[in-house]
């Protein structure tokens, strides 16, 4: 989604723009725009398409000055256009804005400013923010941000440049990130912290309702009643190098490489003499003493929730339910004190989770986040918080942090249920998990073979049962969301209801086969596509290879695994698969089109 980026200091702003700019490319966007405060008067850029096309509209203009802001949209009010892009201004050009998020009652505001004369240049929500500031504006820029803020309705996380403040960022945030980056005399300001890494560590994290006035020599924040805070900075310690390609030719190939070394990350240190700790946190008491468990996400996050509800109903014996953060937040499910809602999401920031998280706390459940984003809203609301360690991800197709999320799942459900040797076999099973993804990992030029037969299929179908439905699902949303072939995955016992009629010579059939006690099921399954003409790819276990080898013609073989690990080892073949399908039909694969890394807004 939108990204944001913002410069005071001594430098030239505009590189410091561009680059922060090119490191949100990867949140998705359809244009870029950049504005600077350059001899006492506001001067700006924007353009629709990649930053590049801004990169050269720039080039020519002499946009110099040392505070300036800059942002990447991805239209929702308003298509991609020049005029859409942000910054927006006041019809003066005094004040220019940026702004992620959706202004809600952004058309009654616009009316009652056409009624006061304003005249509008675009079709954007965001547009009606500057006018209002303006329209409040007596000699008070922060008074005047805070008055438009109190009668806008919605999400945003902004930053105002004022002509009259040549070195001085009005910033603000409610539902959407933002976050304050400290240099040597110069201070940052960010939607994401990729974006801050080449230039600094501390970083604070801005709270909503917070408006924060940034300056070179630091930031004031202050509450939504105006009273100033003193918030502490925190150290990011992610590598910059963890956020740049080194080397590999996409973020996604990189990320998937990057598997087991985030496994490692995310398991080892929570190893403690044969059990697992997760420390300032009673894990057991947590999810022993709940009635009744949601796991709430969205997307691939959804899917690595969705392998729990196999392992975890089996092992608490009480229901667990996986529902998506969308409809979970409007389908009023019965909640209490005694149930634990357990929010699932890469980034911490995703709209629908964060909402689902707020819903679940009003009606007075106990909340748990699960998060690889430290510092991102779900992890600072949540009542409780498990980080996984997965590093930065960059690529908008999840990949890595699907692996830690699922790890982290299994974690909790050892953690809290497994004792003696069951525990003994599942720790050593975790030391050597790592290892196991790394030899799925260098098996890629199988895959790629697969790739370069299949790419050209207009649909193809994933199916398998039990906790291998729950992996289907996440090859298939890989595979549509990458390559854009029509991908489905089925339980493959429902075939018979309904999807079989689609089966025809030739189709594509990926089916999963990694549980035993289902193995002659989904045999069965695998000889019906067959027998239709289907050509049949079989993802199995080693003990799974003997009897899926006649009835596939692709067959991928992982090693044995424990249902709560099969997800980390059988997805990674999908996640190339969908890789290189990409890469065959020619697309860009980290950019897929109309997606965007983090869905901040609904
Ligand atoms: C798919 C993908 C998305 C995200 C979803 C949730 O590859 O990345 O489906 O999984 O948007 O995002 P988070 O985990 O950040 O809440």
Redesign the pocket.
Known sequence: MCGIIGYTGNKNALPILIDGLEKLEYRGYDSAGVAVVSGGKIRFKKRKGRIDVLKDSVRSDNLTGTCGIGHTRWATHGEPSDQNSHPHLSLDQRIALVHNGIIENYAKLKDQLKRLGHRFLSDTDTEVLVHLIDHHYSGDMIAAVNQALLEAEGSYAICVLDQNSPDRIICAKKDSPLIIGEGNGEMFIASDIPALLPYTRKVYFLEDGETAIVEKSGAQIFDRYGKRIFRKAYTVDWDISAAEKAGYPHFMLKEIHEGAPALKRTIFPRLKSGRIVFPDLDIKELLCSAQKIFII?????YHAGLTAKYTWEREFKIPIEVDLASEFRYRDPYLSKNTLVIL???????AD?LASLRHAKAAGAKTLAITNVVGSSLARLADNVIFTLAGPEIS???SK?YLTQVICLALMLISSSFTGQKLTDAVNFLTALPDLAQLVIKEQDQIKKLAHLYHSKKDIYFIGRGIDHAIALEGA??LK?LSYIHADAYAAGELKHGPIALIEDSSLVIALATYPQLFDKIAGNIMETRTRGAKTWVITTKSGYKRFADMSDHITVIEDAPDWAIPILAVIPMQYFAYYACIERGFDVDKPRNLAK??TVE
């Open positions: 996400a969205c997307g691939t996050a699932l999401s890469q980034s911490g920031e995703t989770t908008v197709a999840a942090s949303l890989k969301e983090s869905v």
